[in-house]
């Protein structure tokens, strides 16, 4: 454990670049580790999860390498060996506590004719995975889970893998991106319908590495994407934009503590993943995107984000897609702004990490906020930018780098401060977050 109590802040002031988009680098390092030859990435997350991704692939027979540039960051280097190569991993592939890593790559491994066994830590280990289990058996993969189709797992890969039409019954981008993976090395034409838009990074990627995929949309207004099997994909160059995810944390941030004015620069803000700025511009944030360009087929911004009087709205659950990991931290916002603000279709949430519904509820109701829990997500009454009080004992983060952060931003705007009781989480995916909020805030306690 390493406890931590963020304590008030004053104005945060400055300019900031959060490490790269955690999805992309995801699957950057997977399709290169499929392509025949060398793709070089740079701003890669090295966060624990991405990592975890890395060593599954070196573990399959990839090459996974990383070169230090000195003051310009590091680049990555993948020699691939080819959709339908993937060699038997030697021993178990540890997954820590990345759900990204270990659903697609089930995806991966799922058409290739080979035996994986997957692991994870005791908060991966609690996820169900059966979501992506049941169209994986469908295209003739076979599993030995644990109870409730939990990890530890064993994947033995389809000899001849068979072609698939599935709808999403819920909408989840990972889900999609397993089956697309899957169809990589499945003869004929592999398709997703999802009802709901979920983020696209997987579909953005697979095109630009040469994969023969189409998206188009059906009369009921679904997404129809599909993907024809046994591929081969091109190396690419790829800069990773900033993780919209993680820049979600410093946008509240600077919202939220009076004074402040912070420039985020080259913030990925693909529509899919964009929804935290939309929902906060309807609070009455001032989020400004400066210099907005393409990069690798991505939408990119500078975002300079200044102190706002926030108020409560009802958030249209249809946007939940495009902003379900940022909610942990739209929460905080609500907790600060005028009025009420209702969230709803948030069941989701409830299989992250942990239960970031309820976990959320307790933290916030712990440190002064005016929370009611509902099914399927919060109602928070906000102080109306009064500073909550503060915690008396530790928050209980349950592992979860997005409970931990959201309420370190939480004690930024309190009057004793917010302790979180394990900081650890947090290089899960965000490993400079500490010291980005100290560069911001140099009157920030410790």
Known sequence: MRPRRFLPAGPLKGRIRVPGDKSISHRSIMLGALAVGETRVTGLLEGEDVLATAAAMRAMGASVKRLDKGNSGAEWVINGVGVGALLQPEAPLDMGNSGTSTRLLMGLVASHPITATFTGDGSLSKRPMGRVIDPLTTMGASFEASAGGRLPLILKGADTPVPITYRLPVASAQVKSAILLAG???????????????????????????????????????????????????????????????????????????????????????????????????????????????????????????????????????????????????????????????????????????????????????????????????????????????????????????????????????RTGVEVDDTRPIATSFPVFESMLAQLATDLAA
């Open 184 to 414: 990589l090395n499945t003869p004929g034409i592999t398709t997703v319908i999802e009802p709901v838009p979920t983020r696209d990074h997987s579909e953005r990627m697979l095109r630009g590495f040469g994969a023969d995929i189409t998206v188009e949309t059906d009369a009921d207004g679904a997404r129809v994407i599909s993907i024809r099997g046994e591929a081969e994909l091109r190396p690419q160059t790829i800069e990773v934009p900033g993780d919209p995810s993680s820049a979600a944390f410093f946008i509240v941030a600077a919202l939220v503590v009076p004074g402040s004015e912070v420039l985020i620069e080259n913030v990925g803000l693909n529509p899919t993943r964009a929804g935290i700025i939309e929902v906060l511009r309807l609070m009455g944030g001032s989020i400004e995107e400066v210099s907005p360009r393409e990069v690798g087929g991505e939408p990119v911004a500078d975002l300079l984000v200044r102190h706002s009087a926030l108020r409560g709205i009802a958030v249209d659950p249809a946007i939940v897609p495009s902003m379900v990991d940022e909610f942990p931290a739209l929460f905080v916002a609500a907790s600060l702004a005028e009025g009420v603000t209702t969230t709803s279709g948030l069941e989701e949430l409830r299989v992250k990490e942990s239960d970031r519904i309820s976990v959320m509820a307790t933290a916030l109701a712990a440190a002064g906020a005016r929370v009611e829990e509902r099914e399927d997500g919060l109602v928070i009454t906000g102080t109306g930018g009064e500073p909550l009080v503060g915690t008396n004992g530790a928050i209980a983060t349950h592992l979860d780098h997005r409970i931990a952060m959201s309420m370190a931003i939480a004690g930024l705007v309190s």
